[in-house]
T-cell receptor, first 113, second 117 residues
Framework: SQKIEQNSEALNIQEGKTATLTCNYT??????LQWYRQDPGRGPVFLLL?????KEKRKERLKVTFDTTLKQSLFHITASQPADSATYLC????????????FGTGTQLKVEL | DAGVIQSPRHEVTEMGQEVTLRCKPI?????LFWYRQTMMRGLELLIY????????DSGMPEDRFSAKMPNASFSTLKIQPSEPRDSAVYFC???????????????FGPGTRLTVL
């Protein structure tokens, strides 16, 4: 069955550094992959989408890569700030289409001064 | 638009009681999703609707769970009878699919934190 893995351990980095989060998946070839941000006590918020035929997508300080051979997406935040501290979730379109998403368990990022 | 609205924000109930969670999607959206989030299992899709019709309820854990969408602006998720293992945060999300974009950005509500004692 479809499986999505994100590093369950929190990632602590220093302000100004680049944060890199990983999303690995197995047993599926998604048409696209999405990244969401979730703050404590709130619902996830959409950040970026990358399609299977795209290698890289950028939005301001965010960059997402998608390697369909490795079945992996990397999510980068450059010049990180304490305000970037949150949990980041990757999501894949579900098997069989229909607009449903399957989410990873998320990685907590903490940016320290 | 106010975004996706969920009520109540917090619900504490005793085992065996009926619980009803409510959701108002963003106006004009044609998809509505119900999720459950726990530390152990993450964010799980329970059921989703398209134009008020249930499309996939394979994530509904058991017959104690039911969901309805009587119209485009309202949906409910009901648990009867509730059990302590149902304790979680329940999210509702909505989206609009257009052929021009052909992907599904989902807009989430603030969630309902359910505690079953």
């Amino acid at each position: 069955s479809q499986k999505i893995e994100q590093n369950s351990e929190a990632l602590n980095i220093q302000e100004g550094k680049t944060a890199t989060l990983t999303c690995n998946y197995t047993n599926y070839s998604p048409a696209y992959l999405q990244w969401y941000r979730q703050d404590p006590g709130r619902g996830p918020v959409f950040l970026l989408l990358i399609r299977e035929n795209e290698k890289e997508k950028r939005k301001e300080r965010l960059k997402v890569t998608f390697d369909t051979t490795l079945k992996q997406s990397l999510f980068h935040i450059t010049a990180s700030q304490p305000a970037d501290s949150a949990t980041y979730l990757c999501a894949l379109d579900g098997t069989g289409g229909g607009n449903k998403l399957t989410f990873g368990t998320g990685t907590q990022l903490k940016v320290e001064l | 638009d106010a975004g996706v609205i969920q009520s109540p924000r917090h619900e504490v109930t005793e085992m065996g009681q009926e619980v009803t969670l409510r959701c108002k999607p963003i106006s004009g959206h044609d998809y509505l999703f119900w999720y459950r989030q726990t530390m152990m299992r993450g964010l799980e899709l329970l059921i989703y609707f398209n134009n008020n019709v249930p499309i996939d309820d394979s994530g509904m854990p058991e017959d104690r769970f039911s969901a309805k969408m009587p119209n485009a602006s309202f949906s409910t998720l009901k648990i009867q009878p509730s059990e302590p293992r149902d304790s979680a945060v329940y999210f509702c999300a909505s989206s609009l699919w257009t052929s021009a974009i052909s992907y599904n950005e989902q807009f989430f509500g603030p969630g309902t934190r359910l505690t079953v004692l």
